[in-house]
């Protein structure tokens, strides 16, 4: 039991999280496609960073994107609601 915890719980978690990456690189937006990406090819710390951080920042940056994408090409009442979400957010 002690040889799992002091070599083998860290291993365990290290193979948890490069798969949790995993699955974000495969299903995410484009933002967290590439920062998940760039966190498997990094270091340990750099993948929990990702996991702890950085891929909450880039699914928000995905959908700001796709919420301006449906803005520029959606109808008035479209653009409206996505402009009037923008402000909101300025609050």
């Known amino acids: ?33 590439e920062m998940a990406r760039e966190a498997l090819r990094g270091s340990e710390e750099d993948l929990r960073r990702f996991l702890d951080e950085g891929q909450h920042f880039a699914r928000l940056t995905d959908y700001r994107i796709s919420v301006t994408r449906i803005g520029g090409a959606g109808g008035p009442e479209a653009k409206a609601k996505v402009k009037a979400g923008a402000n909101a957010g300025k609050k």
């Open 1 to 33: 039991m002690r040889r799992f915890l002091d070599h083998g719980l860290s291993v365990a978690r290290l193979t948890d999280d490069r798969l949790r990456a995993s699955r974000l690189a495969s299903a995410g937006g484009p933002t967290v496609k």
